[in-house]
């Protein structure tokens, strides 16, 4: 497919200014939100649905795999009502045994892509285990920006690399990872995150969780911002997928009030925003489970997946 | 004839479905947040408040009290004494003893000492003054824990520093403390207020007649019961509570050196032909129109929450706020549509709840005022755009505003509303924004916002206003002087430049 001629609808000289002080305190004032009671009752269990139940090690197993899907469909055994997660995110070659344990059950498959976490592959490469991991049953492919050429000002290179790789998902959703941690300034953030959607993604992601900084409040305030002009351009609705270093429900938490407070109701859905992690799951478990009892439970409690 | 009608059909439903395409966001119940209101138990109110003068709390001579309200409730919180110009003179006369025989008397260090206390029993009980500063003058809870309870403490701080250095702050010539001060503070920042002007009066050698807004006394009346807890030496700090003829009573007392006033340009210009001749020492802090420029290379989202911390921060009870909004004409659809969609999400209602973003307006009167000059915008054929929050049925609100095809020569655009009421202007070349910024007879603060460093210097060199913010709004520090240009006022608070107020200088 020919992406020359949308190029030129993009120009990155347009695309607004961040200024670093105004872009933290806002967002930390938003993580200053009283949430309790009901509000965080029924925003654990939003966070819940929202999950990208996620396992990316070089020693991820058949079994693992399995387990982790288990706690997806089911992620509190002694209380049906808590919903299931969005997502199990692993790599190609366990896309098949998610599918398998999944089946069914409304939670999907993603599977990382285009040589995660580095994308230092040719092109050919990533779009072929792109097209791999869709025919293993991938519902949703989370690729990765070559940070490279991004910093080096390939614009062009990147914007066609991801409108390939979409190209190469047919049916399957398209996460973006933009790895903002390498990205250095969140003027580059809301530029790689114009790039992006320009160039066809559905949701775009903060990080591989392989970086330090990942998720940050203010990187996320940033891509909200993006999404948010990126919508009033083009009519479309993108999503947002914060990913690496949530570990807390109070994050979790402050990551649905600045969805909230900034594209409002349309996106607390998991359609269009999901939380990438693990760890935090159990405990966004507990907080639910001492805001029915009362009391905190050990963390034995709660089942490691 | 019927087919007319069809095509007619046809061509409304088209329309209503790009109507519904055309993106918009809602901002409504999807993910509610739950009532979280901070506790008023632990504050003590007593029914009934008297004057503090000599270190005492004593019925007022005048027998009168009054009624202090909770502004988001209109229920009375508590009766203060009504000071007439008995108690004032027995308030002036307390504070002259103290000044002759114990406070100018003390070593520099000893008076540093007292203050760091205030500051430090400030810090101890910042919870019960910040839920006390809300109940009696309606602004967020977020507020007065975040901003007016510890900038007054560290004003506190940093004046107590400068106690013992005033030899340093005044090379080679002696600074002298003048003696008693008549300061009269407004309601908007009740207790920072009273902190800006007793920390230096009391760091240079003063003594210090404090008159508290009528609306808002009781952090006023917590922070002598500070002073007491403190063992300041009895008459260095008196409150004496009030409306505008216990200010009055202050002013004209033969027996004060100066008079520090923060309020309205009316009452300020009363007092300084009040004070002309007498010899007193005067500085006014007054009104003002800011204008906040907004340059189409800023950065807009960052830019959007400046204005809206500008206009909307204590419901616009500010005297420095952004209430001008020139936006260059290229980006003025964009921050409007940013702006309406940032208002929908402001938080207004009980200023006790920890998430409320808009507190209630201080009192009726300042309500109706609003209302008046809103009303002036719409009838003088501005755009009004309004949040269509819920508006509570009891006490004082109102929902944050902002009109735009503002003309110069509006009443909204050149009087100051001091509620939150935005007035949008765009201009075209740096030049204009320059020239309609200064055209205003305050100038008080002002705003830009570009991404350009140059041009930050450019513009904020040529505006005609003490306090210029730079790609932020509404940035307070006790280092930082703040004052006025024009009718917004003379003489400076904060820094160094504040101690200039409170001191004789002798070669």
């Known amino acids: ?305 | 004839m019927s087919t007319t009608v069809k095509d007619d059909t046809a061509r409304n439903e088209a329309a209503e479905k790009v109507a519904a395409e055309k993106p918009r966001l809602e901002f409504g119940g999807a993910w509610k947040y739950a009532p979280s209101p901070e506790a008023t138990d632990h504050v003590e109110i007593a029914p009934r408040y008297g004057l503090f003068i000599g270190g005492r709390f004593v019925p007022p001579r005048s027998k009168k009290h009054f009624p202090t309200i909770n502004p988001a409730t209109e229920e009375a919180l508590s009766e203060v004494a009504d000071a007439g110009a008995a108690d004032v003179d027995a308030a002036v006369r307390a504070a002259e003893e103290a000044h002759r025989r114990r406070w100018s008397k003390l070593s520099p260090a000893a008076r540093g000492k007292y203050i760091y206390r205030i500051a430090r029993l400030i810090q101890e009980k910042s919870r019960a003054l910040a839920v006390l500063e809300t109940m009696n003058g309606g602004k967020p809870i977020k507020e007065s824990r975040d901003v007016d309870v510890p900038l007054a403490a560290a004003h506190f701080f940093y004046y107590a520093g400068w106690a013992d250095k005033l030899s340093w702050a005044f090379r080679g010539r002696r600074a002298e403390s003048l003696g008693v001060c008549g300061q009269i503070i407004p309601w908007n920042f009740p207790l920072l207020m009273a902190a800006w002007k007793i920390a230096p009066a009391l760091a240079c050698g003063n003594t210090v007649v404090l008159k508290p807004a009528e609306t808002t006394p009781l952090t006023a009346l917590a922070l002598a019961e500070v002073c007491r807890e403190a063992d300041l030496p009895p008459g260095v700090v008196n409150v004496v509570t009030g409306a505008g003829e216990t200010g009055a009573h202050v002013v004209n007392h033969p027996g004060v050196a100066k008079i520090a006033f923060t309020g309205s340009t009316e009452v300020g210009k009363v007092i300084q032909r009040a004070v002309a001749g007498t010899g007193k020492r005067l500085t006014l802090e007054l009104g003002g129109k800011a204008a906040n420029i907004v340059f189409e290379d800023a950065a807009i989202d960052q830019a959007v929450e400046g204005i809206v911390n500008g206009i909307y921060f204590n419901q616009g009870h500010v005297c420095c706020a952004g209430s001008r909004l020139l936006v260059q004409e290229s980006i003025e659809p964009v921050v409007r549509r940013k702006l309406a969609h940032r208002i929908a999400t402001l938080r207004l209602g009980n200023p006790l709840d920890k998430n409320t973003d808009v507190g209630a307006i201080n009192s009726g009167a300042q309500l109706a005022k609003i209302r008046e000059l809103v009303q002036s915008g719409v009838d003088e054929g501005a755009e009004l755009h309004q949040s269509a929050c819920a508006i509570p049925v009891k006490g004082f609100w109102f929902p944050p505003t902002f009109f735009t095809g503002v003309a110069q020569s509006h009443r909204i655009a050149r009087e100051e509303i001091f509620g939150p009421v935005l007035a949008v202007m765009t201009f075209r070349t740096p030049e204009e924004a320059v020239e309609k910024a200064n055209n205003t007879p305050y100038g008080l603060s002002a705003g830009v916002w570009t991404d350009k460093g140059s041009k930050i210097f450019q513009v904020s060199s040529r505006l005609r206003a003490g306090v210029v913010w730079a790609n932020t709004f509404n940035k307070f520090d006790p280092a930082s002087p703040f004052g006025g240009y024009k009718e917004s006022g003379f003489g400076r608070e904060g820094g160094v430049q504040g101690l200039r107020e409170y001191v004789e200088l002798r070669a």
């Open chain 1, 1 to 305: 497919m020919s992406m020359s001629a949308a190029v030129p609808v993009l120009d990155l000289s347009l695309v607004p200014r961040v200024d670093a002080v105004g872009v933290e305190e806002r967002a930390a004032a938003l993580g200053k939100r009283s949430i309790k009671k009901e509000a965080k009752r029924s925003g654990i269990r939003l966070a819940i649905s929202m999950l990208d139940l996620t396992t990316l090690e070089g020693k991820d197993s058949e079994g693992k795999v399995r387990q982790l899907c288990r706690k997806a469909v089911r992620p509190l055994p002694a209380d049906p009502t808590v919903p299931h997660v969005a997502a199990v995110c692993v790599y190609p070659n366990l896309v098949p045994v998610a599918k398998d344990a999944l089946a069914g059950s409304g939670v999907k498959v993603a599977s990382v892509a285009t040589g995660f976490p580095a994308g230092l592959v040719p092109l050919p490469v990533k779009l072929d285990e792109t097209r791999r991991a869709v025919a293993m049953g991938a519902d949703e492919v989370d690729m990765v920006i070559d940070r490279g050429a991004f910093l080096s000002g390939g614009f062009t290179a990147v914007f066609e690399e991801i409108a390939a790789v979409k190209a190469a998902c047919g049916p399957a959703h398209l996460k973006v990872i933009l790895e903002t941690g390498e990205l250095e300034t969140y003027d580059n953030v809301r530029k790689a995150s114009h790039l992006a959607m320009a160039a066809g993604a559905d949701f775009i992601k903060t990080s591989t969780g392989k970086v330090v900084p990942a998720a940050t409040p203010a990187v996320v305030l940033v891509m909200l911002e993006a999404i948010r002009d990126h919508y009033f351009e083009t009519g479309r609705r993108v999503g947002l997928k914060p990913a690496g270093g949530i570990r807390t429900s109070k994050q979790a938490l402050h990551l649905l009030v600045l969805v909230k407070e900034t594209l409002g109701d349309a996106w607390l859905t998991p359609d269009l925003f999901r939380i990438g992690a693990s760890t935090v799951t159990n405990d966004l478990l507990m907080q639910l489970a001492k805001e029915s009892s009362g009391r905190y439970q050990s963390a034995d409690y709660f089942t490691k997946d």
